[in-house]
Antibody, heavy 121, light 108 residues
């Protein structure tokens, strides 16, 4: 059974750095073709892809947020960490992590429950 | 950047109806198109990948078609549990995996 779960602060102040952890089980980030990504969703709005890290440590970032994002993995702990610097109230959103895999297209087949992060002073 | 545009933005339908949702890419994305369903307060759920492949466990009333720039998600006979928001997502253009703006499917 594949599961993912996000953890981190629910409230951060503007300009602070957000650190979110995705803890997963049921698959390995050592497996070729597998990745873990982060996607966010502001309240009442659409999904926005942020970052993705692959089994071989290849990393991809949303161009519009690249300067503020860092994604890393700890394969031994089955965790992926996303850091986002200089948080702003517009970054208030539910943050999801999801497993990425490829079969004719790359897609997110398993998702965490999401964690709501509010940016406010 | 590739833009994904869904239509309609919202749709009212009845149980048993056949409904279709369209997703258009701003440039060709071959078949690198996926569909997700999201219910309020829940994470998205993968329905269709690679434009027309049904994810394991997803009912066969869901189907996907298209290639290039125009794609369609069809629900052959709406069930009460299908009322949700649907998103398309392209994975042709990396590093940006763009989602559409969503289509809200409501009960008429």
């Amino acid at each position: 059974q594949i599961t993912l779960k996000e953890s981190g602060p629910t409230l951060v102040k503007p300009t602070q750095t957000l650190t979110l952890t995705c803890s997963f089980s049921g698959f390995s980030l050592n497996t070729s073709g597998v990745g873990v990504g982060w996607i966010r969703q502001p309240p009442g709005k659409a999904l926005e892809w942020l970052a993705l890290i692959y089994w071989d440590d290849d990393k991809r970032y949303s161009p519009s947020l690249k300067t503020n994002l860092t994604i890393t993995k700890d394969t031994s702990k089955n965790q992926v960490v996303l850091t986002m610097t200089n948080m702003d109230p517009v970054d208030t959103a539910t943050y999801y992590c999801a497993r990425a895999t490829y079969s004719g297209s790359e897609y997110f087949d398993y998702w965490g429950q999401g964690t709501l992060v509010t940016v406010s002073s | 950047d590739i833009q994904m545009t869904q239509s309609p933005s919202s749709l009212s339908a009845s149980v048993g109806d056949r409904v279709s949702i369209t997703c258009r890419a701003s440039q060709s994305i071959s078949s690198y198109l996926n569909w997700y369903q999201q219910k309020p307060g829940k994470a998205p759920k993968l329905l269709i990948y690679a434009a027309s492949s049904l994810q394991s466990g997803v009912p066969s009333r869901f189907s996907g078609s298209g290639s290039g720039t125009d794609f369609t998600l069809t629900i052959s006979s709406l069930q009460p549990e299908d009322f949700a928001t649907y998103y398309c997502q392209q994975s042709y253009s990396t590093p940006l995996y763009t989602f559409g703006q969503g289509t809200r499917l409501e009960i008429k």
